[in-house]
């Protein structure tokens, strides 16, 4: 990552946040872009987000940019667009798959870069990400296809890759993480505290060991733990 100007696709979640300030920190000049789409949860994550931001005092970071790329025409009945059938605590990974989400906001993000001569796009995709459209083939292609038809050379960055969500709290311990935003069924400006992002934002926190200031609608009487894994934490106890 040679060019000190960037923008860092930002959600308002752990990963994308922890991101943008270890950036930052770097002395890079950096653009938070928050893309929305329309996502049930997109309204509470902005409240979130803004809130994080304005922790930040780093004079390379741009004021947030907010850009939308509705996806209910194409998306339909989804769970995401219409909060109905959530993914819950003990779900896999996959449930929680957007169709095309990377695809989507790369596009969008890649236009915006182009016409702001921005060289760099940051995403905080972590070790083990499980989807097709965060794959370094896909994100290599991309940055190579996007570059040709807009005329200008980019790279997609994802400086986490090798990292775990535990070791990604772990680097950013020092932030205030209980304002960034991971739910997917939020209550009021709450994280409902059992929904599949919830239980993998507190199971991340036990396993760091790093206390967890989120709050949670529900935090008791839920089992935030597979099965299996749930064992394995019982018996190390």
């Not at 696709?9 to 770097?26: K, R, T, W």
Request: hydrophobic share 40%.
């Amino acid at each position: 990552m040679k060019n000190r100007r960037a923008c860092v696709l930002i959600s308002g979640g752990l990963d994308s946040c922890v991101l943008l300030a270890h950036l930052a920190e770097q002395g890079r000049e950096l653009t938070p872009l928050y893309v929305q789409a329309g996502l049930v949860w997109e309204r509470v994550e902005l409240i979130w987000l803004r809130r994080f931001l304005a922790r930040l005092n780093h004079p390379g970071l741009k004021p947030l940019r907010r850009l939308s790329l509705p996806v209910e025409d194409i998306y339909q009945s989804h769970w995401s667009t219409t909060g109905k059938a959530v993914p819950g605590a003990q779900t896999e990974d996959s449930a929680v798959y957007l169709p095309g989400r990377n695809l989507l906001l790369l596009s969008k993000a890649a236009i915006y870069c182009s016409l702001n001569r921005i060289g760099v796009i940051a995403l905080g995709l972590l070790k083990g990400n499980p989807f097709p459209d965060a794959t370094p083939a896909f994100l290599h292609d991309m940055a190579g296809l996007a570059g040709d038809a807009l005329s200008h050379p980019l790279e997609i960055v994802t400086p986490f890759r090798s990292l775990s969500k535990t070791e990604v709290i772990h680097l950013g311990k020092a932030l205030p993480l209980e304002l960034t935003f991971s739910c997917i069924r939020p209550v009021g400006e709450e994280h409902c505290g059992g929904c599949n992002k919830c239980a993998e934002r507190r199971r991340a926190f036990a396993k760091a060991g790093v206390k967890d200031r989120t709050g949670y609608h529900r935090r008791t009487g839920l089992d935030i733990w597979p099965e299996s894994e749930g064992a394995d934490r019982a018996d190390s106890n």
